[in-house]
C-alpha cells in the first residue's frame, strides 16, 4: 500500500504560480512512475503531467506545455509540478497519482492506469 498526500495549493492571480509536493509513503519510490492530474468542478479528471521512475520521461498535456514542470527526488519520496502563468481555468482539485513500474522507463498518461492516488490539493487562480 502506498499513501500519497499532496500540499502547496491555494489562491493566487492569474500569471502567477505555485509548486505542488505530492510524498509518498512507498519503500520503493524509485519504482513508480508519478502522474499529475487535476479535476474541475462538473469536469471529468483530466491528465495534467508523468513522469517515469528513471525520470528519463516526462509527458505533458497541450494545455500546460511550457507553462508546468514535474520533476521528482527519488530520494525524497517525492514528485513535484511547478506550475507557471497561471490561468483561471488551471483552477481544480489535483491529485497525483502513482503507478507500479515492471518495465523500464514506464510512465502513462491514463489515470485508470494508475495503483495509487492522494487526497487532492485545491488550486484556485482567480481573474
Known amino acids: 500500500q502506498v499513501q500519497l498526500v499532496e500540499s502547496g495549493g491555494g489562491l493566487v492571480q492569474a500569471g502567477g504560480s505555485l509548486r505542488l509536493s505530492c510524498a509518498a509513503s512507498?519503500?520503493?519510490?524509485?519504482?513508480?512512475?508519478m502522474g499529475w492530474f487535476r479535476q474541475a468542478p462538473g469536469k471529468e479528471r483530466d491528465f495534467v503531467a508523468a513522469?517515469?521512475?528513471?525520470?528519463?520521461?516526462?509527458s505533458y498535456a497541450d494545455s500546460v506545455k511550457g507553462r508546468f514542470t514535474i520533476s521528482r527526488d527519488n530520494a525524497k519520496n517525492t514528485v513535484y509540478l511547478q506550475m507557471n502563468s497561471l490561468k483561471p481555468e488551471d483552477t481544480a482539485v489535483y491529485y497525483c497519482a502513482a503507478l507500479y513500474c515492471s518495465t523500464y522507463g514506464c510512465y502513462s498518461t491514463t489515470g485508470n492506469e494508475y495503483d495509487y492516488w492522494g487526497q487532492g490539493t485545491q488550486v484556485t487562480v482567480s481573474s
Open positions: 512507498a519503500r520503493t519510490f524509485s519504482r513508480y512512475a
Open positions: 513522469i517515469s521512475w528513471n525520470i528519463i520521461t516526462k
